[in-house]
């Protein structure tokens, strides 16, 4: 079970940290990531993260503003959001897959609940 939290309405140019909390014991063996689905438009990925936290990979539009982590003993995966852009309002999914490259094909197995962001400009 995935639970997302930290989203919520903020200026452009303002930053927020989404959360991610992983129950169960494997947490270490999945590859995490963050999607974001805005309103009448598909949803698209954010960002990814090795089960290892060694390598990361992102989309260009959040590329240098946007950085994702994990801490492995307590099973949560962060999204740290920098500079953030009216455009990047959106409900925030966070993912988990096996398969790291799943993930940035955008088709991993498991969901958040998701967590709104809102960038007023």
């Known amino acids: 079970q995935l639970v997302d939290s930290g989203g919520g309405l903020v200026q452009a140019g303002g930053s927020l940290r989404l959360s991610c909390a992983a129950s169960g014991r494997t947490f270490s063996r999945y590859a995490m990531g963050w999607f974001r689905q805005a309103p009448g438009k598909e949803r698209e990925f954010v960002a990814t993260?090795?089960?290892?936290?060694?390598?990361?990979y992102y989309a260009d539009s959040v590329k240098g503003r946007f950085t994702i982590s994990r801490d492995n003993a307590n099973n949560t995966v962060y999204l740290q959001m920098n500079n953030l852009k009216p455009e990047d309002t959106a409900v925030y999914y966070c993912?988990?897959?096996?398969?790291?490259?799943?993930?940035?094909?955008?088709?991993?197995?498991?969901w958040g609940q998701g967590t709104q962001v809102t960038v007023s400009s």
């Open positions: 993260i090795s089960a290892s936290g060694t390598t990361t």
């Open positions: 993912a988990a897959d096996r398969s790291f490259s799943t993930m940035v094909r955008g088709s991993p197995d498991y």
